[in-house]
Protein backbone atom coordinates (compact mmCIF):
# COMPACT_ATOMS: atom_id res chain seq x y z
CA UNK A 1 0.00 0.00 0.00
CA UNK A 2 1.41 3.51 -1.37
CA UNK A 3 2.03 5.66 1.67
CA UNK A 4 1.87 8.71 -0.99
CA UNK A 5 -1.95 10.47 -0.80
CA UNK A 6 -1.73 10.12 3.25
CA UNK A 7 1.40 11.51 3.47
CA UNK A 8 0.27 14.35 0.73
CA UNK A 9 -2.93 15.19 3.17
CA UNK A 10 -0.73 15.42 6.18
CA UNK A 11 1.86 17.72 5.13
CA UNK A 12 -0.97 19.87 3.77
CA UNK A 13 -2.47 23.26 5.71
CA UNK A 14 -5.74 22.81 7.60
CA UNK A 15 -7.74 25.41 4.75
CA UNK A 16 -6.47 23.23 1.94
CA UNK A 17 -8.66 20.22 2.73
CA UNK A 18 -12.10 22.69 2.05
CA UNK A 19 -12.97 21.86 -1.82
CA UNK A 20 -13.08 25.47 -2.68
CA UNK A 21 -9.36 26.51 -0.79
CA UNK A 22 -8.00 27.02 -4.27
CA UNK A 23 -9.66 29.76 -5.40
CA UNK A 24 -9.72 32.03 -2.15
CA UNK A 25 -6.14 31.03 -0.56
CA UNK A 26 -3.93 30.60 -3.57
CA UNK A 27 -0.47 31.48 -4.35
CA UNK A 28 -1.01 34.15 -7.10
CA UNK A 29 -3.28 35.94 -5.22
CA UNK A 30 -4.87 34.92 -1.96
CA UNK A 31 -8.06 35.89 -0.93
CA UNK A 32 -7.54 35.44 2.87
CA UNK A 33 -3.93 37.20 3.99
CA UNK A 34 -1.36 34.48 4.72
CA UNK A 35 1.48 35.09 7.42
CA UNK A 36 4.08 32.69 8.16
CA UNK A 37 6.89 33.00 10.51
CA UNK A 38 9.79 31.27 11.09
CA UNK A 39 12.07 31.49 14.26
CA UNK A 40 15.60 31.72 13.62
CA UNK A 41 18.64 29.63 15.29
CA UNK A 42 22.07 30.22 15.39
CA UNK A 43 22.57 29.97 11.62
CA UNK A 44 19.66 31.79 10.57
CA UNK A 45 18.07 34.85 11.56
CA UNK A 46 13.97 35.23 12.72
CA UNK A 47 11.78 35.80 8.93
CA UNK A 48 8.30 36.31 8.23
CA UNK A 49 6.15 36.67 5.06
CA UNK A 50 2.96 38.14 4.62
CA UNK A 51 0.86 37.19 1.36
CA UNK A 52 -2.46 39.22 0.84
CA UNK A 53 -4.47 39.54 -2.98
CA UNK A 54 -1.27 41.56 -4.97
CA UNK A 55 0.96 42.45 -1.98
CA UNK A 56 3.76 40.21 -1.28
CA UNK A 57 6.01 41.29 1.58
CA UNK A 58 8.87 38.45 3.44
CA UNK A 59 12.28 39.52 5.06
CA UNK A 60 15.79 38.91 3.57
CA UNK A 61 18.95 38.43 5.67
CA UNK A 62 20.87 40.58 3.76
CA UNK A 63 21.22 44.46 4.14
CA UNK A 64 20.29 46.25 0.64
CA UNK A 65 18.35 48.30 -1.55
CA UNK A 66 16.70 47.00 -5.00
CA UNK A 67 13.82 48.15 -6.59
CA UNK A 68 12.64 46.09 -10.12
CA UNK A 69 9.82 45.13 -12.42
CA UNK A 70 8.98 41.96 -14.33
CA UNK A 71 7.21 40.62 -17.22
CA UNK A 72 8.04 36.91 -16.71
CA UNK A 73 6.73 33.66 -18.18
CA UNK A 74 7.78 31.92 -15.26
CA UNK A 75 7.42 34.65 -12.36
CA UNK A 76 4.33 36.52 -13.17
CA UNK A 77 4.07 40.56 -13.58
CA UNK A 78 4.94 42.19 -10.63
CA UNK A 79 7.34 45.44 -9.51
CA UNK A 80 8.97 45.01 -6.28
CA UNK A 81 11.72 46.69 -4.03
CA UNK A 82 14.06 45.67 -1.30
CA UNK A 83 14.17 48.00 1.56
CA UNK A 84 16.71 47.28 3.80
CA UNK A 85 16.08 43.76 4.80
CA UNK A 86 12.33 44.03 3.68
CA UNK A 87 11.25 42.81 0.19
CA UNK A 88 7.91 43.67 -0.78
CA UNK A 89 5.93 43.06 -4.49
CA UNK A 90 2.99 44.08 -6.04
CA UNK A 91 1.30 42.19 -8.72
CA UNK A 92 0.58 38.39 -9.43
CA UNK A 93 3.39 36.25 -8.67
CA UNK A 94 4.26 32.49 -9.36
CA UNK A 95 1.81 31.96 -12.46
CA UNK A 96 2.38 30.49 -16.15
CA UNK A 97 -0.44 31.59 -18.54
CA UNK A 98 -0.10 31.05 -22.65
CA UNK A 99 -0.02 34.92 -23.29
CA UNK A 100 3.03 35.07 -20.48
CA UNK A 101 4.80 32.88 -23.18
CA UNK A 102 4.32 34.29 -25.95
CA UNK A 103 5.12 37.78 -24.59
CA UNK A 104 8.15 36.54 -23.35
CA UNK A 105 9.25 35.15 -26.32
CA UNK A 106 8.23 38.44 -28.32
CA UNK A 107 10.28 40.54 -25.67
CA UNK A 108 13.32 38.38 -25.33
CA UNK A 109 16.68 39.24 -27.17
CA UNK A 110 17.01 36.95 -30.21
CA UNK A 111 20.44 35.90 -31.37
CA UNK A 112 21.38 37.72 -34.77
CA UNK A 113 21.23 34.67 -37.37
CA UNK A 114 22.42 34.87 -41.28
CA UNK A 115 19.67 34.27 -43.85
CA UNK A 116 20.35 32.31 -47.08
CA UNK A 117 21.71 35.51 -48.15
CA UNK A 118 24.05 36.09 -45.91
CA UNK A 119 22.26 39.20 -44.28
CA UNK A 120 21.58 39.20 -40.28
CA UNK A 121 17.88 39.34 -39.68
Not at 80 to 86: D, N, P, Q, R
Request: net charge neutral; proline share 5%; charged share 20%.
Amino acid sequence: MSEGPVREKMNKYWWENYPLHQIWCNDACPLVPRFEYRPGNEYNANNWSLHWLLLHCWTVEQFTLFVDAEISAHDGIYVGCIIFYLRIIVGVRHTWYQWQGKLARLLRRKPALKNGEGEYN
